[in-house]
Nanobody, 130 residues
Framework: QVQLVESGGGSVQAGGSLRLACATSGYTDSRSCMAWFRQAPGKEREGVATIDTYGRTTSRDSVKGRFTISRDKAKNTLYLQMNSLTPEDTATYYC????????????????????????WGQGTQVTVSS
């Protein structure tokens, strides 16, 4: 049984940093598209960043230069380093995984891309105050 467990959320002031982690277990396939999504109250869940089997990454324009997705295969853990946080980054952050060599185009840009992912964590709250 595949499980994804996020951690690292919290409350910070604007300009601060957080590092989210997503520990995975039960995921035995060598193929993986993994992603971070976020959902603010009253808004659609949106893709934030992805990393594929080969370590190639994408991120949405609003977080480029501030957020970095990475993965430690030895620890079976996905990370999201978030710097220069703004109140607009306030949301529940979710990690997601799917068995693919590559991440589909548009994960970080298309509404509904959450439907492309099979496995989800329970989410971790990030709150940024001004």
């Amino acid at each position: 049984q595949v499980q994804l467990v996020e951690s690292g959320g919290g409350s910070v002031q604007a300009g601060g940093s957080l590092r989210l982690a997503c520990a995975t277990s039960g995921y035995t396939d060598s193929r993986s598209c993994m992603a971070w999504f976020r959902q603010a109250p009253g808004k659609e869940r949106e893709g934030v960043a992805t990393i594929d089997t080969y370590g190639r990454t994408t991120s949405r324009d609003s977080v480029k230069g501030r957020f970095t997705i990475s993965r430690d295969k030895a620890k079976n853990t996905l990370y999201l380093q978030m710097n220069s946080l703004t109140p607009e980054d306030t949301a529940t952050y979710y990690c997601a995984a799917d068995v693919r060599f590559f991440c589909p185009d548009g994960v970080v840009g298309k509404l509904g891309s959450r439907n492309w992912f099979t496995y989800w964590g329970q989410g971790t709250q990030v709150t940024v105050s001004s």
